[in-house]
């Protein structure tokens, strides 16, 4: 039976992007990346929205040729645009990208329906990337197994949260932490309560 792992960058004040989706603010840190590239290789495949995909695409096609990049972040496209990739959309939306299927959701009961049978095909981790409507989608739908936050030493006030009002409470087991040298920290846990 396959897992969901949830992997987001947010600010201290819970915001996973800016007023207008702006990501300026996450950390620089070789360390937190290392930490990244870790749980994509743990991963049998990674899940995103249709408009995250569509952007990293792009980003990560260009990054693996890409010499100024440096070698660790091209190693890592080369990684991630191997990976099998699931994008979610409400409607028909090509992507430009290898290794990566479609899948059309009308509504949250096709979104579970559709995860529940990657959790049956796929024997493993599957790593959820983006964007924030659909971390929130399958949150409120109980269907994250574990959550890596690393939360960047910021405050931004105004922004986009990852966690708007669930109406529902969830337990979760905290299974690592660490800090980073850009006064990032990486947040690992279990979802304990999925009922």
Request: with cysteine; proline share 2%.
């Amino acid at each position: 039976m396959g897992t969901i792992v949830l992997q987001m960058m947010i600010t201290v004040d819970g915001l996973a992007g800016g007023p207008d989706g702006e990501m300026d603010w996450i950390s620089r840190d070789i360390e937190l990346h290392q930490a990244h590239q870790t749980i994509l290789h743990q991963s049998q495949a990674a899940i995103l929205g249709i408009e995250a995909c569509a952007g990293m695409a792009e980003f990560w096609t260009k990054t693996e040729h890409n010499e100024d990049a440096g070698s660790f972040f091209m190693e890592f496209a080369r990684e991630f645009n191997d990976k099998r990739k699931i994008a979610y959309s409400h409607k028909e939306r090509e992507i430009n990208w290898r290794n990566t299927e479609v899948h059309i959701v009308k509504d949250d009961e096709a979104i579970k329906e559709d995860i529940n049978l990657l959790k049956k095909e796929i024997n493993g981790q599957m790593v959820f990337y983006g964007g924030i409507r659909l971390a929130q989608k399958l949150l409120k739908l109980r269907l994250i197994d574990e959550i890596y936050l690393d939360v960047c030493p910021v405050i931004l006030g105004k922004g986009k949260p990852l966690f708007p009002e669930l109406n529902q409470r969830t337990e979760l087991e905290l299974l690592q932490a660490a800090g980073y040298k850009t006064g990032a920290a990486l947040l690992h846990y279990k979802v304990v309560n999925k009922t």
